[in-house]
């Protein structure tokens, strides 16, 4: 067992829903599979380059090796995989990933939610949520995210959610089949006040049920 993990974070009610976080769950394969297979046009360009076809890397049987590999990197406290849902059904998945402890207690934050139900504030109450638990009981200092200088709704879901924009990353990672130049937001602990989900209740975009 690492600090803050298995966890289940929530509610918050948005537009779209009742948004809750738990840990991911193999029988969420189904849904994943369907969503992302529907969804390639809206995800595919914002996602890592990897080799071989996108319905074989979505398909059902491609779910058990991502949740058991997800797993092992759970037990071993490097990531927390949280599945979102939205009024109990599954719609997207939020990580907190390459979590390094000691003297940096840091990991990134990255997000995808089902097409259905875009712009209805569920991203957005998903990384105030986990941004919370990384701060409280996950014992992390810092959050980064980062994201392409096209992606529009993720730069307003970090925006919307108190990142602070700290620098343009140059050919970072190879997204969609090329280098991407990506920029960095970042969160630590000292900005938490009475929190993220706080916060976007305060601001009017999520209330409690
Ligand atoms: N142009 C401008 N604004 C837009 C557009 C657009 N084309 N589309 C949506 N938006 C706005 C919405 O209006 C909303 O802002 P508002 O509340 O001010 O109206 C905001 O973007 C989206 O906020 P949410 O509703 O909280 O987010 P949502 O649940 O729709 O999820 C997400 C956003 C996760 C980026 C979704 O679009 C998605 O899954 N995209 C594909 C995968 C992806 O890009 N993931 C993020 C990668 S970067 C990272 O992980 C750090």
Not at 115 to 129: D, F, I, R, W
Request: aromatic share 10%.
């Amino acid at each position: 067992r690492h600090p803050g993990w298995p966890a289940k974070l929530g509610p918050l009610v948005v537009p779209a829903g009742t948004v809750r976080l738990r840990p991911v769950h193999l029988r969420d394969g189904r849904e994943w599979s369907r969503i992302r297979v529907r969804d390639r046009e809206y995800l595919e360009r914002w996602e890592p380059t990897a080799a071989g076809s996108w319905s074989d890397r979505n398909g059902f049987g491609a779910w058990p090796p991502q949740w058991f590999s997800l797993r092992a990197l759970a037990r071993r406290g490097q990531c927390l995989p949280f599945a979102i849902t939205v009024d109990g059904v599954f719609a997207g998945q939020i990580t907190l990933g390459n979590v390094i402890r000691a003297s940096l207690r840091s990991a990134w934050v990255g997000y995808w939610v089902s097409s259905e139900l875009a712009g209805g504030g569920v991203a957005t109450a998903a990384v105030a949520l986990v941004t919370d638990h990384a701060f409280k009981a996950a014992g992390l200092h810092r959050l980064e995210a980062t994201v392409r200088p096209e992606n529009t709704p993720s730069l307003r879901v970090l925006g919307k959610a108190g990142y602070r924009q700290e620098g343009l990353f140059l050919r970072y990672l190879d997204v969609a089949g090329d280098w991407r130049d990506h920029i960095a937001f970042a969160v630590t602990a000292e900005e938490m006040g009475n929190g993220f989900a706080e916060r976007l209740i305060a601001a009017g975009r999520a209330r409690l049920p």
